[in-house]
């Protein structure tokens, strides 16, 4: 017996019999205004780290911490990079233009 798959099955049905609730204009202004700026801060964070790894690398002493330091300084510089793209998309979405990459957004 897979209860690996049982489980799954039985926190996906438990997920769905939750009844939905329909959010206001005004809930929906604030969910929005809370997600920009929960990006905005892991932005600025992750800018933080691409000016502090390189420091960090320089004072290091092993090979070890150096490379890990510098694998990490790449991954930064990637979630600098989504975070670019969302925040590009948000800003199509809330100014009513129309995204190549999102044909159902609205003109």
């Known amino acids: 017996m897979n209860h690996s798959s049982n489980l799954k099955t039985n926190s996906f049905k438990t997920y769905h019999q939750k009844p939905i609730r329909h959010i206001s204009n005004d809930e929906e202004q604030s969910l929005r205004f809370l997600f920009s700026k929960e990006l905005q801060d892991i932005y600025w964070a992750e800018k933080a780290l691409t000016k502090a790894i390189p420091v960090m690398i320089k004072n290091a002493n092993s090979e070890e911490l150096i490379q890990a330091l510098i694998d990490h300084l790449e991954e930064t ?31």
């Open 77 to 107: 510089k990637e979630h600098i990079a989504r975070l670019e793209q969302v925040f590009f998309f948000h800003w199509q979405q809330n100014s009513g233009k129309k995204n190549r990459n999102n044909p159902e957004a609205e003109q």
